[in-house]
């Protein structure tokens, strides 16, 4: 069974920092492209950043490029997201998803798996 798991998340003041962590277990992602998203509060979920199977491209929302930085550790099986000068308007569920394919895509209907999602909180 594969799962994703997310880690890391709580609450910060507005201009901290969080490092969010995924891990994979049931298969390997070490070949795939994999991504975060987040949800606010009676929004519907977007993109945050993608990454490609090597780390060698990487893609990010204009929200929040030049704070995040996506990376992962293929040797652990892990994704993670850096997440500095948060803002309130970070506040959200954030969910690590992993595709099959190998290319980096900010579409969510890309992803074949998916996290259950670590919550985010920014006060300000």
């Known amino acids: 069974q594969v799962q994703l798991v997310e880690s890391g998340g709580g609450l910060v003041q507005a201009g901290g920092s969080l490092r969010l962590s995924c891990a994979a277990s049931?298969?390997?992602?070490?070949?795939?492209?994999m991504g975060w998203f987040r949800q606010a509060p009676g929004k519907e979920r977007e993109f945050v950043a993608t990454?490609?199977?090597?780390?060698?491209?990487?893609y990010y929302a204009d929200s929040v490029k030049g704070r995040f930085t996506i990376s992962r550790d293929n040797a652990k099986n892990t994704m993670y997201l850096q997440m500095n000068s948060l803002r309130p308007e970070d506040t959200a569920v954030y969910y690590c998803a992993g595709r099959v394919g190998v290319v980096d895509t900010p579409l969510q209907h890309d992803y074949n798996y998916w996290g259950q999602g670590t919550q985010v909180t920014v006060s300000s």
């Open positions: 990454i490609n199977w090597s780390g060698g491209t990487t």
């Open positions: 049931g298969r390997t992602f070490n070949n795939n492209a």
